[in-house]
């Protein structure tokens, strides 16, 4: 979802679709996010079966792209 917002937003230039995306990423980010000895880690809120874990990294990389949206947002504004 994070990845349809900002690609939505790329393409319309709308602040809404980014909203949106940064919406998404803090929920994520509050339910999926766990303290580790090495640092705060995506994690599974519950049981995790299947596949499940490989989305972690999917989530990963779209959180960084949105990182990189926002920061390119707040320079041109």
């Keep these: 979802?994070?990845?349809?917002?900002?690609?939505?937003?790329?393409?319309?230039?709308?602040?809404a679709y980014l909203d949106d995306a940064q919406a998404i990423a803090a929920f994520l980010v509050y339910h999926q996010v766990a303290p580790t000895p090495l640092g705060d880690v995506l994690a599974d809120?519950?049981?995790?079966?299947?596949?499940?874990?490989?989305f972690k990294g999917i989530?990963?990389?779209?959180?960084a792209a949105?990182?990189?949206?926002?920061?390119?947002?707040?320079?041109?504004e």
Excluded: K, P, W
């Design 59 to 63: 989530a990963y990389r779209y959180l």
């Design 1 to 15: 979802m994070i990845g349809a917002a900002l690609a939505l937003h790329q393409a319309t230039g709308e602040a």
């Design 66 to 76: 949105l990182e990189e949206e926002a920061s390119d947002q707040r320079t041109r």
């Design 45 to 54: 809120a519950g049981a995790c079966t299947g596949d499940c874990r490989q």
